[in-house]
């Protein structure tokens, strides 16, 4: 009998048991899984928190809060006596793209920058000036901006020469927690690749990036294989995790990928969370890789192919705490689309992919007296659904086997009829994919083909199938042609028509 992807008593759970961690914009959460990938009722435990921003670019967190946040997640998950030492294995995924400098003692010098940091836009302008940047992504995957460890580094060295100089290591979220509680900065592959430091065909470190960016290779974590977990450690803080390995770091991309049942080329994961990202899971790179993309390397053989988006369900939350919108949302974004509907560039933290624009900011056009917090938010959706539409439209050519894109977050899962709007935009079906944290499953599933690689996983769960409605297709059509000549205003720095 096939199972389905719903919550399982303890009692009923399937051993091995895995704990996997996710740390994302918004909380870090935590919970059991059984060898299914079922998550363990109760066992599941959440602490918000919330990045620092500033006008200048400025987006932070204090990694040590993190750090003992995973602590309390722990505490709450493993207190279960009935437990026992049944946890097989403990894992985490986070948000891609952080940094942190710390010293030759494992402390941190610096706050978490996050991937919506964009202070570095400056040294961005100057690296493209001194490095051919089509071949620097040929070789990385990556392209020179903001998100990614050379710019950063040289804005930093700027900025807080001090520190650089104090700096013995340069970790990543995941990396730091890992070495506070267990005392090793275990960092998988897709969490190196995500430094843009990293050969996606080698999975060596770049030597001309690690010169632009003044550091040597030993200053970054080796990439690990998420299929080779360090030995039990046994915390005495946590009786349960006597028996338990420790996985890598992941990125939060790859887990998304796995726990949404995109495990292949043939389906195309949408991410809908405080950020957002459309991706492809390759085997092999992406060869020759569309300029606007990038292309990860997560283990030994395979890629993410995509882009990232900034500004999802960051948008829409703006929108809800600073516009005066009606109750019926859902009734908002199902109504027919209109001409009267304002354009909106939706790049509150700036653009990612396919423009890689760090500076760009949001904007708002055809805004007349008429408009009111509803007209606005859906403008808002639409902008957030073109930018999907934009990546869809260069990763076609390098995976052009996709038939089918599953959509996952918070998002989907809060207004899910937006996915309607998503569908017409991009003219495909998008199907839902309703588990709640299937970041969170992935990492757990990634786990379990370690633990447990003959137990039958239980069935991803899923909603409505949105089809695109052709009575619309001229009208996004057009609308996609107006947001790209206003994107290019934006970028251009002309003013607006």
């Known amino acids: 009998m096939t199972r389905s992807d719903d919550d399982v008593t303890l009692d009923s759970a399937q051993d091995p048991l895995v704990l996997a961690l996710d740390i994302g914009s918004t909380a870090t959460r935590g919970g059991v899984h059984d060898a299914t990938g079922r998550r363990v009722r109760g066992r599941q435990f959440k602490v918000a ?173 080796p990439p690990l294989d998420v299929t080779r977990p360090a030995p039990a450690v046994a915390p005495a803080r946590w009786p349960a995790l006597a028996r338990a390995v420790w996985f890598p770091v992941i990125t939060d991309g790859l887990a998304s990928n796995i726990g949404s049942g995109a495990t292949d080329a043939t389906v195309l994961t949408a991410a809908t969370a405080t950020s957002g990202a459309l991706r492809v899971l390759l085997d092999g790179p992406a060869d020759p890789l569309p300029f606007g993309l990038w292309n990860y390397r997560v283990d030994g053989g395979r890629t993410l192919l995509g882009g990232a988006i900034n500004d999802v369900g960051r948008a829409v939350s703006w929108a809800q705490s600073t516009l005066r919108l009606s109750p019926a949302l859902g009734t908002v974004l199902s109504a027919p689309p209109s001409a009267a509907t304002p354009l909106v560039l939706p790049y509150l933290t700036g653009e990612r992919a396919p423009g890689w624009a760090g ?118 059509a057009e609308r996609r042609a107006r947001f790209a000549e206003l994107y290019d205003v934006a970028v251009g720095g002309e003013p607006p028509r």
Do not use: K
């Not at 402390?107 to 961005?124: F, G, K, N, Q």
């Not at 917090?373 to 990546?391: H, K, P, S």
């Not at 977050?409 to 809060?414: A, E, K, L």
């Not at 996915?419 to 969170?440: F, Y």
């Open 359 to 476: 500076g760009v900011r949001a904007m708002f056009a055809g805004v007349s007296v008429a408009a009111d917090g509803d007209a606005l938010f859906r403008g808002i959706v639409e902008g957030v659904a073109m930018t999907y539409a934009r990546v869809a439209e260069e990763l076609h050519p390098a995976a052009p086997q996709v038939l089918e894109v599953a959509a996952a977050g918070r998002v989907s899962n809060d207004q899910p009829e937006w996915l309607q709007v998503l569908a017409d935009v991009l003219g495909r079906p998008v199907t839902h994919v309703t588990r709640r944290r299937a970041t969170q499953r992935g990492t757990a599933l990634l786990a379990l083909d370690v633990l447990a690689p003959g137990v039958d996983r239980a069935a991803r769960t899923t909603g409505v199938t949105f089809e695109p409605r052709a009575a619309h297709a001229g009208h996004y």
């Open 49 to 221: 928190h919330a990045f620092t921003v500033a006008p200048d670019g400025t987006s932070v967190i204090d990694p040590d809060q993190v750090a003992t946040e995973v602590e309390r997640v722990l505490d709450a998950v493993t207190a279960e006596p009935r437990l026992g030492t049944r946890i097989a294995g403990v894992a985490m995924d986070t948000f891609a793209a952080s940094l942190i400098a710390v010293d030759a003692a494992g402390r941190a010098l610096t706050p978490c920058l996050t991937y919506a940091d964009s202070r570095s836009a400056a040294a961005v302008t100057a690296l493209r000036s001194e490095v051919d940047e089509a071949a620097v992504q040929q070789r990385t995957g990556t392209r020179v901006h903001t998100s990614y460890h050379a710019p950063r580094l040289r804005w930093l060295t700027g900025a807080q020469p001090e520190v650089v100089a104090r700096a013995a290591f340069w970790w990543s979220l995941g990396e730091y927690v890992w070495a506070r509680l267990i005392g090793q900065p275990l960092a998988g592959t897709s969490t190196v690749a995500w430094t843009g430091l990293l050969d996606r065909r080698t999975g060596e470190f770049d030597g001309e990036l690690l010169a632009a960016a003044g550091i040597g290779a030993g200053q970054l974590s």
